[in-house]
T-cell receptor, first 115, second 113 residues
Framework: AQKITQTQPGMFVQEKEAVTLDCTYD???????LFWYKQPSSGEMIFLIY??????QNATEGRYSLNFQKARKSANLVISASQLGDSAMYFC????????????FGTGTRLKVLA | ETGVTQSPTHLIKTRGQQVTLRCSSQ?????VSWYQQALGQGPQFIFQ???????GRGNFPPRFSGLQFPNYSSELNVNALELDDSALYLC????????????FGPGTRLLVL
């Protein structure tokens, strides 16, 4: 069975500093995708970044980068130069495609950026 | 804005009733997924529809059912509502060429009394 683990229920970071949000996963499917989403207090889910299991390089999207360590089954999100607007819940998720599609989300990490 | 819309935004029902939630996908997207997000939890995958067929399902009982229409909009139906069904229901659409990128709607907040 697939599983996503986010061990940090809450994190604080100073504005303009970098922060790493942890995510580990478990799957026996050789082909999968890993995602990070941001959910502000307003409730909408915002796609941030994607990493495919066969991608050789770590994904980057602006200030977001995904530190993908396949052997360790980890997919940590790095946010550089934190901004006050980055304060939100962050969810890691995995998509497996063997047979039918199935998405599993983690329990989330609440990030608070301090001025 | 993602272009994914959901209706209604809020809904109050009583236990045992039935509810239908609606989702319009982003233009060009023929895949729709539904999620249930209880307060303080991560989203739980309910099912996914691709070209009007169920293409994947999470661990939800059969009283959670869905439909996708030829214009790729979708409905989530929940029968025999229980108190634990109170949650935010999110719909997400994706493109067949870029399956990894899902665009979420604003959600429908359901309260079951």
């Amino acid at each position: 069975a697939q599983k996503i683990t986010q061990t940090q229920p809450g994190m604080f970071v100073q504005e303009k500093e970098a922060v790493t949000l942890d995510c580990t996963y478990d799957t026996s499917d050789p082909s999968y995708g890993l995602f990070w989403y941001k959910q502000p207090s307003s409730g909408e889910m915002i796609f941030l970044i994607y990493q495919g299991s066969y991608d050789q390089q770590n994904a980057t999207e602006g200030r977001y980068s995904l530190n993908f360590q396949k052997a360790r089954k980890s997919a940590n999100l790095v946010i550089s130069a934190s901004q006050l607007g980055d304060s939100a819940m962050y969810f890691c998720a995995i998509l497996t495609t063997s047979g039918t599609y199935k998405y599993i989300f983690g329990t989330g990490t609440r990030l608070k950026v301090l001025a | 804005e993602t272009g994914v819309t959901q209706s209604p935004t809020h809904l109050i029902k009583t236990r045992g009733q039935q509810v239908t939630l609606r989702c319009s996908s982003q233009s060009g997207h023929n895949t729709v997924s539904w999620y249930q997000q209880a307060l303080g939890q991560g989203p739980q995958f309910i099912f996914q529809y691709y070209r009007e067929e169920e293409n994947g399902r999470g661990n939800f009982p059969p009283r959670f059912s869905g439909l996708q229409f030829p214009n790729y909009s979708s409905e989530l139906n929940v029968n025999a509502l229980e108190l634990d069904d109170s949650a935010l229901y999110l719909c997400a659409s994706s493109s067949p060429r870029v399956l990894e990128t899902q665009y979420f709607g604003p959600g429908t907040r359901l309260l079951v009394l």
